[in-house]
Nanobody
C-alpha cells in the first residue's frame, strides 16, 4: 500500500530553519506530483509548495523566497527546506502524492512550532 512518512518537524525559534523530508513507498514515485501542505489550528489545510513530476515548482505567496521544495526520484523522497521561519508558519505539515484524479495520498503529518 501507499505510505508517505514525514520527518523533520520540531520546535524552532523565529528566524531559524528546518528541513522536512517525506519518504514514499508503494507508488511509482517518479510519475507522481508531490506537495507539502500545512494546517494551523482553526484553519483549513493549505498548499505550501508543490513539485510536479517534471520538476516544475510552485509556492504559496507567504513562503516564497523562504521555502524550497525538491525531490529525489532515486530515493523516493521529497524535501521542504524552510528558512527564516516565522511564528505564523506553525502548523502540522503534510506530504501529498497525487497522480491526476487517479490517486491522492497523504502522510500522517509532522508538527512544526515556531516560537521563542
Amino acid at each position: 500500500q501507499v505510505r508517505l512518512a514525514e520527518s523533520g518537524g520540531g520546535l524552532v525559534q523565529p528566524g531559524g530553519s528546518l528541513r522536512l523530508s517525506c519518504a514514499a513507498s508503494g507508488i511509482i514515485f517518479s510519475i507522481f506530483d508531490m506537495g507539502w501542505y500545512r494546517q494551523a489550528p482553526g484553519k483549513q489545510r493549505e498548499l505550501v509548495a508543490g513539485i510536479t513530476r517534471g520538476y516544475s515548482t510552485n509556492y504559496a505567496d507567504s513562503v516564497k523566497g523562504r521555502f524550497t521544495i525538491s525531490r529525489d526520484n532515486a530515493k523516493n523522497t521529497v524535501t521542504l527546506q524552510m528558512n527564516n521561519l516565522k511564528p505564523e508558519d506553525t502548523a502540522v505539515y503534510y506530504c501529498n502524492a497525487r497522480l491526476r484524479d487517479v490517486s491522492d495520498n497523504w502522510g500522517q503529518g509532522t508538527l512544526v512550532i515556531v516560537s521563542s
